[in-house]
């Protein structure tokens, strides 16, 4: 049950951030642009001018929603890796690091949450490192740590996946964004984390219920005789 628990958590989290993000875009006046704005653009709370790290003009009436979202969205990441446990990984340190750095990711998004980019830049910021720097580390930690029972695809695919998006974190900080505009580069370095989230997620609940369905039976089977 702790584990069906662990990852619900991740799909519902990452489901529930990427339907609000769609309202709360969808409420700008002005269309908001998965290329030129930020994720956080949603959750600023005043109408202003942005100059850093490129010029733009955010106002985003529900602000609060995104907020609200960015919260819950972190501490949902956080209970995943705290209850997914020996079905999802092996023992070890790569395991618990990744684990952990997995739910410093969490809280990066609660703290983006807590503190708007417009109200507390240096701690959203701090939430902002703790996703994209610690989430990411612990996606290429997490290749190692994973249980030995999961596709090798599956493995090896987290840490390249890792690897992808500290990259494009990278290239984000130093303002080289490869043709994907300002926001597009940011989504490369903070949704592949999300992404990989909802895919375990999903994979570990199909996986439990297969072997729900093979025991049934025999169950009966043994009841029966």
Same mark, same amino acid.
């Given at each position: 049950?702790? &584990?069906?628990?662990?990852?619900?958590?991740?799909?519902?989290?990452? $489901?529930?951030?990427? &339907?609000?993000?769609?309202?709360?875009?969808? #409420?700008?006046?002005?269309?908001?642009? /998965?290329?030129?704005?930020?994720?956080?653009?949603?959750?600023?709370?005043?109408?202003?001018?942005?100059?850093?790290?490129?010029?733009?003009?955010?106002?985003?009436?529900?602000?609060?929603?995104?907020?609200?979202?960015?919260? #819950?969205?972190?501490?949902?990441? $956080?209970?995943?890796?705290?209850?997914?446990?020996?079905?999802? /990984?092996?023992?070890?340190?790569?395991?618990?690091?990744?684990?952990?750095?997995?739910?410093?990711?969490? $809280?990066?998004? $609660?703290?983006?949450?807590?503190?708007?980019?417009?109200?507390?830049?240096?701690?959203?910021?701090?939430?902002?490192?703790?996703?994209? #720097?610690?989430?990411?580390?612990?996606?290429?930690?997490?290749?190692?740590?994973? #249980?030995?029972?999961?596709?090798?695809?599956?493995? /090896?695919?987290?840490?390249?996946?890792?690897?992808?998006?500290?990259?494009?974190?990278?290239?984000?900080?130093?303002?080289?964004?490869?043709?994907?505009?300002?926001?597009?580069?940011?989504? &490369?370095?903070?949704?592949?984390?999300?992404? /990989?989230?909802?895919?375990?997620?999903?994979?570990?609940?199909?996986?439990?219920?297969?072997?729900?369905?093979?025991? &049934?039976?025999?169950?009966?089977?043994?009841?029966?005789?």
């Amino acid at each position: 049950m702790r &584990v069906r628990i662990g990852y619900s958590a991740w799909i519902v989290g990452v $489901v529930q951030f990427f &339907v609000i993000h769609l309202i709360v875009e969808s #409420a700008w006046a002005r269309p908001y642009s /998965w290329a030129r704005n930020n994720i956080s653009d949603l959750g600023n709370v005043h109408c202003a001018v942005q100059p850093d790290p490129e010029p733009r003009y955010i106002c985003s009436p529900e602000h609060g929603l995104m907020n609200v979202s960015f919260v #819950a969205l972190g501490a949902l990441l $956080v209970v995943g890796a705290a209850l997914t446990g020996s079905a999802l /990984w092996r023992r070890g340190r790569a395991a618990a690091v990744a684990r952990m750095l997995l739910a410093a990711a969490g $809280v990066g998004f $609660v703290l983006a949450g807590l503190a708007p980019a417009d109200a507390d830049e240096n701690l959203h910021i701090l939430g902002a490192l703790f996703v994209m #720097a610690a989430g990411n580390i612990g996606l290429v930690v997490a290749g190692s740590g994973l #249980a030995e029972h999961l596709p090798a695809t599956l493995r /090896w695919g987290t840490s390249l996946l890792g690897v992808t998006a500290l990259t494009a974190f990278g290239l984000f900080l130093s303002h080289h964004y490869l043709g994907l505009g300002m926001g597009g580069m940011e989504r &490369v370095a903070a949704l592949p984390l999300l992404v /990989w989230a909802l895919a375990v997620g999903a994979h570990g609940l199909v996986r439990r219920a297969g072997r729900m369905r093979e025991t &049934v039976p025999a169950g009966r089977l043994s009841h029966a005789g």
